[in-house]
């Protein structure tokens, strides 16, 4: 299986801080947010390689993050080529572009670069292996509508498919949203090339891809309990500073 780690975007609304430093590599609780993903993913064992797909602006800086692992031989790094927030290929055009740069032929779970979540990676992976007729989301219930009204909101059935996927909707019909956190069984990896040569498909937020898959093939939602934090502004970066500071005293 294969990770790959969306690190593209230009966190605009968290500058200052991402003027300089691209929002991965910003630190919470004194340690960057992607090595805590990784963390994370350090006990799945199957994981064999560890794909970043970075833009051209803060490229540099993951090569140097790069360099001061131990783990350098299994991370390949993506430059998407872009500059400003302006130009950005969007994150569904990222994720295309790590797929075929690095000749991804197997099981993908695909981890927003901004991501910090408690979610028992294995227990998702237990369910999307058991569900992998279709692509399976990691699904947070963030219970405000007012709150939800800024994510992919999602509506499963009792079975966990998902039967209705609206990003940032300005009615939400759920607190139910998407973290940012998929897993595509390697028959369904190629679709993301397809979807993107599709006339007329958007292809900046991953919800977008995963709303046309929930209609035209299968997407199944896995909900979990555990904390997940939002890092969408400087006020919300600070909490979660704080929260893990705490937590980790």
Request: no cysteine; charged share 30%; net charge negative.
């Amino acid at each position: 299986m294969k990770l790959l780690v969306l690190a593209a975007g230009y966190a605009v609304r968290l500058q200052p801080l991402t003027s300089n430093t691209p929002k991965p590599l910003l630190s919470v609780g004194g340690v960057p947010i992607i090595d805590r993903i990784l963390a994370k993913t350090a006990s799945l064992k199957n994981v064999d390689a560890v794909h970043v797909v970075s833009n051209h602006k803060f490229f540099r800086n993951f090569v140097e993050w790069k360099s001061a692992r131990k783990d350098t031989s299994r991370i390949f790094l993506i430059d998407d080529g872009t500059m400003t927030n302006d130009s950005r290929l969007g994150a569904i055009r990222d994720m295309d572009l790590a797929v075929r740069e690095g000749s991804i032929d197997d099981d993908l779970l695909v981890i927003a670069g901004d991501n910090l979540f408690d979610l028992d990676l294995t227990a998702f992976l237990k369910f999307a292996k058991g569900h992998n007729d279709g692509v399976s989301v990691a699904l947070y219930d963030v219970g405000s509508i007012e709150a939800a009204k800024k994510f992919g909101v999602v509506r499963i059935d009792k079975n966990g498919l998902v039967t209705d996927f609206e990003e940032k909707p300005q009615s939400p019909n759920s607190t139910l949203i998407s973290t940012g956190i998929y897993f595509f069984p390697k028959k369904k990896v190629p679709g993301l090339g397809e979807y993107v040569d599709l006339e007329g498909a958007k292809l900046d937020a991953p919800g977008y891809y995963i709303r046309w898959l929930s209609v035209n093939d299968k997407v199944y939602g896995f909900p979990f309990s555990e904390k997940w934090y939002d890092i969408g502004d400087l006020e919300s970066y600070k909490r979660a500073d704080e929260e893990y500071k705490k937590k980790e005293e």
